[in-house]
């Protein structure tokens, strides 16, 4: 996809909160630290967009982007981060369950896994939800240029058997040398077609 508008448009505290709109949108899920928004400053080739962070947890709100006054990307609070403070974990749940339920224009959501780290317990719980609730999913494994070429191969056949999905439906990414780049567009593409 060309992108050729990015607007910051609102962060969304739950789903009553969301814009009213016809635009289709995806939402990026993950643990804390993951890559989300580092995925979607690299897919919309924009730096600074989307604000990145060392500490894990930052993002507690659906924050929603504007591209091409055509369709949204959603960063939603990443889960999973044992030290954030407990109203914060509890308020994580309904928020996101509740979004990813009730938004209609929802058309997929971007699943992060770290490649240096097991799937953890919290990870294959949210799997199972998105599975559940028919909700399409398009699993990404990020960091990759963390590991060798061995390794890599050897966390996707880990991460594989503890979900369930297949190989091939895991995504190599990796935002310092972009790979994966064109794949996770293509596969976004295709869940934004109408008969998706
Ligand atoms: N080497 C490398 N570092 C990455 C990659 N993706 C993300 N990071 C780093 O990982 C850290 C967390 O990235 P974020 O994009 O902020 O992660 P997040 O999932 O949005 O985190 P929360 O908003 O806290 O849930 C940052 O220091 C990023 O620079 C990658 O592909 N390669
Ligand atoms: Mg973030």
């Known amino acids: 996809m ?83 403070p407990r109203s914060v974990r509890e308020k994580w749940q309904p928020m996101v369950h509740g979004y990813l339920k009730g938004r209609q224009s929802l058309r997929a959501v971007v699943w992060l896994l770290d490649v240096r780290r097991d799937p953890s317990p919290e990870d294959l719980e949210f799997l199972d939800w998105l599975e559940e609730n028919e909700i399409p999913t398009i699993p990404v494994v990020t960091k990759i240029d963390k590991v060798s070429k061995n390794q890599l191969a050897r966390s996707l056949a880990k991460i594989s058997s503890a979900t369930g999905l297949s190989k091939d439906l895991l995504t190599p990414f990796s935002v310092q040398t972009r790979q994966g780049y064109k794949e996770v567009w293509e596969l976004i593409s295709m869940a934004l077609e109408p008969e998706a």
Request: charged residues 15%.
């Open 2 to 84: 060309l992108v050729k508008s990015v607007d910051f448009i609102t962060s969304a505290p739950s789903l009553a909160s969301c814009p009213v709109s016809e635009w289709p949108e995806i939402a990026f899920a993950g643990r804390s630290n993951v890559g989300k928004s580092s995925l979607i400053n690299c897919l919309l080739n924009r730096k600074g967009l989307v604000r990145t962070s060392s500490t894990p947890g930052r993002t507690q709100l659906l924050n929603y982007f504007a591209i091409n006054e055509s369709l949204y990307f959603v960063d939603l609070p990443g889960y999973g981060f044992a030290r954030a």
